[in-house]
Every structure is written in structure tokens, then in C-alpha cells.
């Protein structure tokens, strides 16, 4: 199986990081910015997305480590570019906000799946809002990453 994280956020990325390892036994691929992931996504292909919907321009790889400005709609860029290639891909949603905008409506992220699916053609499995160092949330996570295997 081929993961891809997508997030931008170190303390979130290592929660979610191990819960991978917990589940499949591996680190996922990581990036950490939409330029990097809307690169990864039209090179490469995965089995599985985990993706951050508010993310950095570019990550702190790159060249200038300038992140750029936030985007709080970069997961979105993510998914027109899986939808530009083609590309259908398993989705879990791994965000701090209950609530996002697609095509300038304003959707609550419980009802994401199948705007994203009906908008992008990809397969959100779960849409899971996190909380650091909650508990309930690395449960939520576990939980889709064993449907999965």
C-alpha cells in the first residue's frame, strides 16, 4: 500500500505519522505544502490520501524555507489536481475545522464526503476533525486506516 500525508503541521504530522506506522507498519510519503503535494499527486500514484485542508503555499523544504502564505483551502487544490490527471484515490480528511468552503459554499466537513465525491470523484473514507492529543481522534484515525489493510 502507498500513503501520502499531506500536512503542514509537525505536531500533527508525527501523531498522524505513528498512527500509520501503528496500523501498516510503515511512514507514509510526506509533504508538506500544496505546491509539493499537487506535484506528488499528478507524478505519482497512491492507494490512500491522508489530507490537511489548510495548508502552507510551500512547505519548509523548500528552496527559500519561506512556507508562503496559508491557504486555508489548500487540500482543495490537492483534489482538482487528482481530478485533472484522472485519478481516483482514496481520501481521509484530517482537519483542525469543522468547517470548509468547495466552490465558495461553506460545507460542514461531516458532509464532505460526498460533496468531494459528487465535485472531485474521489473516495473520502473519513472525514476526521483533529484534535491534539486527543485521544478519540488517534482512535478515529486508526480505526479508518485498518479499513485499509
Not at 499528478?42 to 527559500?64: H, K, N, Q, V
Not at 475545522?97 to 474521489?122: A, R, T, V
Amino acid at each position: 500500500m502507498k500513503i501520502l500525508l499531506v500536512e503542514d503541521e509537525v505536531h500533527k504530522r508525527d501523531e498522524i505519522i505513528q498512527c500509520v506506522k501503528d496500523v501498516h507498519g510503515f511512514i507514509p510519503e510526506l509533504v508538506d505544502s500544496v505546491n509539493s503535494a499537487v506535484l506528488k499527486v499528478m507524478c505519482e500514484d497512491y492507494d490512500l490520501i491522508i489530507l490537511d485542508m489548510a495548508l502552507s503555499t510551500f512547505g519548509e523544504s523548500a528552496d527559500d524555507k519561506k512556507k508562503g502564505h496559508d491557504q486555508a483551502q489548500g487540500g482543495i487544490e490537492v483534489l482538482r489536481a487528482l481530478k485533472a490527471t484522472s485519478k481516483a484515490v482514496k481520501i481521509i480528511i484530517v482537519t483542525q475545522y469543522p468547517d470548509f468552503y468547495i466552490g465558495g459554499k461553506k460545507i460542514k466537513l461531516k458532509n464532505s464526503p460526498q460533496i468531494i465525491k459528487d465535485k472531485y470523484n474521489q473516495n473520502v473514507t473519513g472525514a476526521v476533525l483533529y484534535n491534539y492529543k486527543s485521544k478519540v481522534t488517534l482512535q478515529r484515525i486508526i480505526s479508518l486506516l485498518r479499513t485499509m489493510r
